[in-house]
């Protein structure tokens, strides 16, 4: 019953414009309209600033190390009250 979404996955490099997932240290940008779905745990990050849509994936065990998340205007989506 879940509604369809289109959303890009976190590990594919076509989210990144070809070019890998970000490596440890570097920063992300979510631009207002793209929705990211968390698939992997990424390595430790420095910053994510999310202006758009962060949803960590349904049913996977996954961490996000990062010094700073900042949400603006955005969503940043772990799970819900029952899961």
Known sequence: ????????????????GGDPPPAEGESVYIPPGQHIIL???????????????LQFENNLDLQLNCSYIFVNGGSFIIGTESK
């Open 1 to 16: 019953t879940d509604p369809y979404i289109y959303a890009d996955l976190w590990s594919a490099s076509t989210t990144w």
């Open 39 to 53: 698939d992997v745990s990424p390595p430790q990050l420095v910053l994510i600033l999310i202006e758009g849509i």
